[in-house]
């Protein structure tokens, strides 16, 4: 194993299980993995030239995202682009953890099944999309809590103010900074600084382990954020009035978080660490089913 494709989080189960099913019942994966790695300008000019022409498909969807795509059918940009990629110390899981880890275990029982297979066996692979570094959005991803843990609002906010500087807000709050978040609490928005001081390790320095490790653990009781049914998460692409629609349709409570950078993610992973669930949420994104890889027919 060379170990080249980097991950920085860990699924969460429930996901993955219903992921396996997924694929093992349509005997198909609809959804890539994302992968991106680190600019490199011989691989940038290839697609370049692999992409010059019209593209193969396109259109745009009823969100007014547009999506185009090209075959590179010209060998000498295919083996170019191969051997450049063999070039690249890592790629790097962007998105797609439930999808990859999932696509694994459907290989390994069919493996169990019908034996290892050989080059050709459809399962023993998964489909992914390459983007450079500079090609990708990272965007904030939002965390909704159902409860406050048995505290009434006073008792909460009290216990805030002793890791966080409080300031209630007239507009919703979009972090700006690094240890800076929004919370949304009965109809008004709070700005939350942080005390520190800021860990040194990178993944205790990260944002959403500072607000786990000094809100939603110690305050909240959300322990394992990947498998306590009180949290949600919520995309940044969605805008900070999703974040007042849970609170008040079936949450108590919402943070708004400064996004995570890729460079983060990349020290993360190359040091074999793992992220807080849910830290990062990369555009753009082709639509579910635009791709699929079919897997080996089965009796």
Do not use: C
């Not at 060379?2 to 699924?11: F, G, M, S």
């Not at 048995?150 to 709050?173: C, I, P, R, Y």
């Not at 919370?183 to 928005?189: A, E, G, K, S, V």
């Amino acid at each position: 194993m060379e170990d080249r494709i980097k991950k920085h989080e860990k699924p969460r189960r429930e996901k993955e299980e219903d992921r396996v099913d997924h694929i093992d019942r349509l005997n198909a994966q609809t959804g890539p993995i994302f992968l991106t790695y680190r600019n490199n300008d011989v691989i940038a000019d290839l697609i370049a030239k692999g992409t010059a022409g019209a593209p193969g498909l396109g259109f745009t969807t009823d969100d007014n995202m547009t999506h185009r795509g090209w075959t590179l059918s010209e060998r000498a940009i295919v083996d170019g682009l191969v051997e450049a990629f063999k070039e690249q110390e890592a790629l790097y899981i962007a998105d797609g953890h439930h999808r990859s880890a999932s696509a694994v275990r459907v290989a390994k029982l069919r493996r169990e099944q019908f034996g290892p297979g050989d080059g050709d066996t459809e399962y023993n692979y998964f489909m992914a999309i390459l983007y450079p570094a500079d090609q990708l959005h990272v965007y904030d991803y939002n965390r909704v809590v159902a409860d406050l843990n048995g505290l009434s609002e006073e008792e909460f906010l009290e216990k805030l103010e002793e890791k966080f500087v409080v300031t209630e807000m007239e507009d919703a709050v979009r972090p700006e900074k690094k240890g800076e978040f929004g919370m949304f609490l009965t109809d008004r928005w709070y700005r939350l600084n942080f005390k520190g001081p800021v860990p040194s390790d990178v993944i205790e320095a990260l944002d959403v382990s500072i607000l786990q490790d000094n809100l939603l653990a110690p305050i909240l009781g959300i322990d394992d954020p990947r498998s306590d049914e009180r949290i949600d998460f919520v995309g940044g692409v969605r805008g900070l009035k999703e974040l007042e629609r849970r609170v008040h349709e079936d949450m108590i409570v919402a943070f708004s978080m400064y996004p995570t950078a890729l460079e983060e993610l990349m020290a993360v992973a190359d040091g074999g660490k793992v992220m807080p669930p849910k830290s990062t949420w990369f555009e753009p994104k082709p639509r579910s089913g635009l791709f699929i890889h079919e897997l080996d027919e089965i009796n």
